[in-house]
């Protein structure tokens, strides 16, 4: 089984013009997708990926995700028609509740219902985006159901919902084009995942193949098996850290491993955290190694349903030699 492309997914905690220079690299080296997150206070995503667009011919970009709390449904659908002109055909725009950093940031709305806004911002941009007015009564926004947006609609936007527990995966299923999966994923996690979007899309009548499964792989490549391997040690003590529930659940990582990174992070700090990582929970949430290891991981992951991975984060000990050897080597392997 092969992929449907290979997509790079940034941080966007870098000065835009690095930003910039890495998506035009990705762009020049075949890659098909460039992911772009909100990433805590950061940098605006949509102005990051506009900036992208502009300085790429080719490449898809991904909003990797956009929330309804901190702008408006009516203010997503405008921003991701916007971007469409900008790039016609080559946006896709993620959406997702990202309650974890709402709570962190201490602006969730009293009474929020994430599930439910989610949903209904995904309805409501699917109608606007399509040039038709709302068409329902939201319970979750202020918008009138006659609302329609101003500006022409440069193509079909697909939208994507970020999502994360089964009612999100099968609520994606039903109604969103894709799915992108959060930070740290596994092959257990994904192959789980995957059941729950299929189910989402019988129960909605829709071919499970409507739906495009995306994920951030956390991926370190080089010739030197332990540096690219050490390299992702510290990203998993951060994650593990702080993740919880089903991602967890569903990895098949030892629960022992586990503990002892949380606990040495709460104790000490993340730095010294990275040393209780284990090669298990390496093996588990990430590819790591030689280009060698990185194909042979990354094709387990299409196994378990993933279509479109985007390599994340670390890369390798040098990011930049790392991203042209998953082009040049690891790419055409697996696409």
Known sequence: ?????????????????????????????????????????????????????????????????????????????????????????????????????????????????????????????RALLAGQPLGFAPTTFIASPEVSLDCPIPGPIPIDLGAVNSRMLEAAGALAHGVQLGAITSVGYTRWATGRIEHGAAVAGREPAEVLLSANVLTSVDSDRKAARDAVREVLAYYLARVEGVVIEESGADPEHIDQVRQVVARDGVTVGASAVSEHLIDTFSVAGTPRDVAEGLAIYAEAGLQMPLVWHTLGPNPTAALRTIAREIRPELC
């Open 1 to 125: 089984m092969t992929f449907l492309g290979l997509g790079l997914s940034l941080s966007n905690e870098d000065p835009v013009d690095a930003t910039v220079a890495l998506a035009r690299m990705a762009d020049e080296l075949g890659f098909d997708e460039v992911s772009l997150p909100e990433s805590r206070l950061f940098r605006s995503v949509t102005t990051a990926a506009a900036a992208v667009l502009s300085h790429t011919n080719r490449i898809t970009v991904r909003v990797g995700i956009a929330n309804p709390v901190t702008r408006h449904p009516l203010v997503l659908a405008l921003e991701a028609a916007t971007l469409a002109e900008l790039g016609p055909g080559r946006i896709r725009f993620g959406l997702g509740a990202a309650e974890w950093t709402m709570r962190a940031l201490g602006v969730e709305p009293t009474g929020w219902r994430p599930y439910t806004n989610t949903v209904e911002t995904l309805r409501a941009m």
